[in-house]
């Protein structure tokens, strides 16, 4: 019997030696599902904000393009009703001379709109650029104010 209580001794030190190590495989592993569950969190955070990034931006595209081709849709009628209004007047004068000049001074007024309208659209073409990206820009200078909290932490 006295080697049966040697091999119990033997057993039960082995089990002592063996508890911290497994006291410590299982923080190891807790540590391990702890940060694994931190990175998804963060991944998942960063995911959801890039999804609500991307539908700002595709929200000002869509409403600013909409309004470029409701400009020129306006222009294409304002010019179109100053053409036939210009042909009505033509069809009344009586004379050559008169016609050339009729002509010159419509297409002087057409020049000085066409202008404009083209101004116009590009003012709305650089709002158009200017609203789609923000929400970029804006998603950007977040994550690298967040990169530079982390990185002097």
Excluded: C, W
Excluded at 17 to 22: D, E, F, L, Q, R
Excluded at 56 to 77: P, S, V
Excluded at 105 to 132: G, H, P, Y
């Amino acid at each position: 019997m006295t080697v049966k209580k040697a091999k119990s001794g033997a057993a039960g030190s082995q089990v002592k030696a063996i508890a911290p190590a497994a006291d410590k495989v299982t923080s190891f592993a807790q540590t391990t599902v702890d940060q694994a569950q931190a990175a998804f969190e963060k991944v998942n955070e960063l995911a959801h904000g890039n999804v609500q990034m991307m539908d700002a931006a595709a929200n000002a595209y869509k409403n600013r393009l909409t309004d470029i081709q409701l400009k020129a849709m306006e222009f294409a009628q304002v010019n179109v009703n100053t053409g036939f209004a210009f042909v009505r007047e033509l069809f009344s004068v009586r004379d050559g001379g008169e016609a050339i000049l009729l002509q010159q001074d419509f297409l002087k007024a057409q020049a000085e709109i066409l202008q404009m309208q083209v101004k116009e659209l590009n003012d709305l073409s650089v709002a158009l650029a200017r609203e789609t990206l923000k929400p970029v820009q804006d998603s950007v200078t977040k994550s690298v104010a967040t990169l530079s909290r982390g990185i002097s932490a």
